[in-house]
């Protein structure tokens, strides 16, 4: 893989081929997405793989975006909405769990994470949350692309109709981003486009 | 490059040693960062690379984060906090040009992104432009971990003092997330500790 050449093939795909994805190659990119950076490790969004065509064909009805029911996958990002003691306690458990330490081992972290979490509103910790969100987004991105599997992020979506037919509200979560995966269609006008990109001395200044 | 490998690879610094990075490195890191997906292509945001060690000592002056001033590279990733016509009508002229087309072949493009900027809030442009900032910072972190160069993300610092420092309200910019670059110092004790992520069956449900 080069990261460089991977990020200048992909591009926003507008219309995918009914072309399947090998199952592989769709773990790789969870995987990958799953290691994503969060603040302090905390992971504050889940994640929904839909396939089938019945909730994509629902999910997509009357958006713009066709390539919510067209294309093969599709990965919800969804932030939970509320943090409290609770999200921490259970957070710290399982750092605790994983490496083998006692949860007293951890009482100056913990008390840090609350130090955040439990200072801000729900309203705050959901743009918190939103934003790790977006960190994995863009490892998703990358992960397809080294893959060679085409997508499409997409924030135009119905975010009320999305929690309501994958049943997020009940979980604590609210769907942020979506991306679709599958392979391009050989009539998509959009990937012969030149992508475009800031000059890199006016996007970056040096101090 | 393994991006599965990279991500194992990396985590949050808390101590780096005094050695430089490669020039070449930092340029790709920078290359990558400005080649991250952002919503319609628009990157509304910029870079900030702050490599002066009188200006890193003044931004990290009084933080818990002594990343800051102590690692060689902190770049500072700054959202645009107002976006108007003039954003949508400078960025048309920069695909146009480009793409080495008119700009009245992007008339429904250019229809489009105002429908989507010029009927949002500042508040809301801002909010959209920190997300897009975020995708790049995913991608900084994977470039970086590609070069095996050593990186903090940081949310926790004083951004007006940032803003203030980095002369960024006269761009129209906000600072929203930073990261350093580096090498761990041998020393720092959170090299050795098992990276904990979510349980891939907690993270992710299949439907």
Redesign the interface.
Known sequence: ????ED??W?Y?VKKYSDKTVDQAKID?I???T????S?A?M?PY???????QE?KNKLGEGSFNGQIAEAPYLLVFAAYTSMGQQFVDNYIA??AA??EIPVSALADFKASLEG?ILNRSDSENF??A???A??????A???AA?QRVDAT?M??FDSEKFDEL?GLRKKGLKSV?ILSFGYRHESDAFAG??????H?E??????
């Open positions: 893989m080069d990261l460089i990020l200048k992909r926003a790789r969870l995987e990958a799953n290691l994503s950076a603040s490790g992971q889940r994640l929904f793989l839909v396939q089938d909730m399982h750092v994983e490496r955040y743009s918190w939103t934003k790790q977006y960190i994995a987004l863009g490892t991105l990358i992960a080294e992020p924030e135009g994958l981003v486009l030149k992508k475009v990109r800031a890199q006016e996007m970056v200044t040096l101090v």
